[in-house]
Structures are given as structure tokens and as C-alpha cells.
């Protein structure tokens, strides 16, 4: 295993914490918290992670920077002609977020007073965080149970965040609110961005986007693309049920449904486990349509697949990373693979 692996792999034992990562955003929790719901949007996203009791956590947040492609021949010409023009756009001002604030907390006192309980909030002044990439407000609220939380705009990355621990009665929300922040990023971390629920914790090129996903208690499949390229990555919990008396390249054949007859499999080691490599050419139009929908006019149609699977006796599961990449990022399947935990 990688020193960087080992190293995040040890922490996590030591520190028992849930580490979750979706998206660029990374924080910490205590144990045994696990994503209970979570959204796609373009330029944004929302998460809910619930605790083993009454409290839980959401997180909200927006690029502020974040342009829509053009799909009209006139919106075309007109960001040709911004280009043309070789000149920059002016820097965005910070958004609002008192004003943000304000809105929100107005929403949840209304929900408060639906189920017929009072409402009461605090906000803190403003502040200057995160060696000044951070302007962020503090709140408080209690009604319908309480909350503590904070929204932020992050000049770095250009997000909007909010983010706030929900509870009932006597529970210890600033103990948790205070480690959630304290270890809270907001954007990739050295190009890349952290993909960490339930017991799978991986890391992907920021470029890539998430485009599929299954989240079962079994299997957990997140699957992203990049200018027609693809990383996919899986788990299967129980690897002695699952993968029963098949060897493991049977398995990976089948399971990761590597059946042309072009991909070559070899036995090797990996994260100090027995695995299996697989490696191919891909051949035909398939990859330049995906190529075109995705990037016109940067094509990069994959032409080289790559993958590997291995099964971790120390935590029963089995671990799969597959590329379709271009020569100039040949290297993906090992980058991306080293970065994922297994134990």
C-alpha cells in the first residue's frame, strides 16, 4: 500500500471517524454516521448524513462561478467572442450570505411553527477564516429541536456553503459541529476530490463528474467521466459469499463484465492482497460519440482500457477500479486505484 494510503488508513483506525467526501466537500464525523441522502445538481449538491440516534447533518452548497455550456449555435458565438476578445471577466463580489442566511433560517422557523413550536435564532458576526479564503456567519437556532451551523463563501473555489448539525433534546451538538468544521474542505485537494460513504474511500482527477451510482448494502458502484474518458469504481461487501468458488479473474470477468475477448487478465498483487489485472485496446466509433457528446471540440476519445480487482481478507470485501483512457493519461488506473482504502 502507498505511504499516503497507509497513512489515511492508520488515522481513520486510530481516530475512529467517519470520513465522508462527495464532490470536492470533506469533513469529518463521529463513527457509525452514514449518507442517507444526497442530490447531482449541476454546480451544487446537498448531503444528509444521520447519526446512530436522534442527531444528523446537511450540507448545502453552490459554485458561484459555475457557467452552463452553450448548446445554441448564438450562445457559441458569443463565448468565441468573449475569447477573441482576450480579455478577463471581472472577479465576482462575495454573494450575500447574511441575506442567504436570513432566507434559510426564515424557511426553517416557518417548518417550526407548522408543527406548532417556537422559534429562535442567532447569528454571529461576520468572520475571516481558512487563511482568509473563508467570510463565513455562525448560527444557532432551536424549535422543532435545535441546530448549529455555518454558511460560508470560500474566494478559492467560489462556493457557497451551508452547513449545519441537527439534534433533539441532550444531544452534544457542539462537540460534533465543532470537529465537523474543524476538519471541513470545500474544493480538491492537490487536483483531487475525495469520494468517501459508507466503507469505501477513493479519490478521482477533480475534472472527472460523477454521472452514475448505486448505493446498496452489498455493492457500491460510482461511476464518472472526463472528456470521454470514464473511471469506474466498485465494492462488494461479504467476498466470501460473493465471490463463492469462482477465482477471482472468473469473477472479475463476470462481475465487472470484462468479456471481450481483447482484454488480457494477469495474476498480480495489489494493496498487499492477491489480484488481478486487466488490460485491452478499444477499438470503433463508440468512443469518439462519447467523446464528441462530452467535450466537443477537446475530444479525447478513450482508446486504452485498464482495470484491477482485488479482495481484501482483512475487511471481507472486494475492490474494482476500471479506466477507458487516452495515452496521454495512461497512468489513471494506478493513480486512482493507490488511492483507494481498503483497510
Not at 444528509?48 to 448545502?60: E, L, N, R, Y
Not at 475569447?83 to 417550526?112: C, H, N, V, W, Y
Request: glycine share 8%; aromatic share 10%.
Amino acid at each position: 500500500m502507498p505511504t499516503f494510503a497507509k497513512e489515511r488508513s492508520s488515522q481513520k483506525s486510530l481516530n475512529r471517524r467517519t470520513l465522508i467526501g462527495w464532490g470536492g466537500i470533506r469533513f469529518y464525523l463521529p463513527v457509525d454516521w452514514n449518507m442517507t441522502g444526497f442530490s447531482m445538481e449541476r454546480g451544487g449538491g446537498y448531503l444528509k448524513i444521520d447519526s446512530p440516534g436522534s442527531m444528523f447533518v446537511q450540507v448545502k452548497w453552490f459554485n458561484t462561478r459555475e457557467r452552463r455550456r452553450p448548446f445554441t449555435i448564438l450562445e457559441m458565438v458569443r463565448t468565441l467572442t468573449e475569447i477573441m476578445k482576450l480579455s478577463r471577466p471581472p472577479e465576482p463580489s462575495a454573494p450575500d450570505l447574511r441575506a442567504m442566511l436570513d432566507t434559510f433560517l426564515k424557511d426553517t422557523g416557518k417548518q417550526a411553527r407548522k408543527a406548532k413550536n417556537s422559534f429562535d435564532s442567532k447569528v454571529k458576526a461576520e468572520t475571516i477564516e481558512h487563511r482568509g479564503e473563508r467570510t463565513a456567519h455562525h448560527f444557532t437556532w432551536s424549535g422543532a429541536g435545535s441546530g448549529q451551523g455555518k454558511i460560508w463563501y470560500c474566494a478559492e473555489c467560489r462556493r457557497v456553503v451551508i452547513a449545519q448539525v441537527v439534534g433533539r433534546g441532550r444531544d452534544n451538538l457542539a462537540d460534533v459541529a465543532a470537529s465537523m468544521f474543524g476538519s471541513f474542505t470545500d474544493h480538491a485537494d492537490g487536483g483531487w476530490n475525495t469520494w468517501a460513504l459508507y466503507d469505501l474511500e477513493s479519490e478521482v482527477p477533480e475534472g472527472f463528474v460523477l454521472k452514475s451510482q448505486k448505493l446498496m448494502s452489498g455493492y457500491l458502484l460510482l461511476e464518472f467521466e472526463r472528456r470521454g474518458e470514464r473511471v469506474r469504481i466498485e465494492r462488494w461487501g461479504l467476498a466470501n459469499v460473493t465471490r463463492k468458488k469462482f477465482t477471482l479473474a472468473e469473477w472479475f470477468r463476470h462481475a465487472c463484465r470484462v468479456n471481450n475477448q481483447r482484454v488480457k487478465t494477469i495474476d498480480t498483487r495489489f494493496h498487499e492482497h492477491d489480484a488481478v489485472r486487466a488490460v485491452g485496446r478499444i477499438k470503433g466509433l463508440v468512443s469518439w460519440f462519447r467523446a464528441m457528446r462530452d467535450s466537443l471540440p477537446a475530444l479525447r476519445p478513450a482508446s486504452q482500457y485498464n482495470g484491477v480487482v482485488w479482495e481484501c481478507g482483512e475487511t471481507n470485501k472486494i475492490l474494482a477500479v476500471q479506466t477507458w483512457c487516452n495515452r496521454r493519461t495512461e497512468g489513471l488506473l494506478e493513480e486512482v486505484a493507490a488511492r483507494c482504502v481498503c483497510h
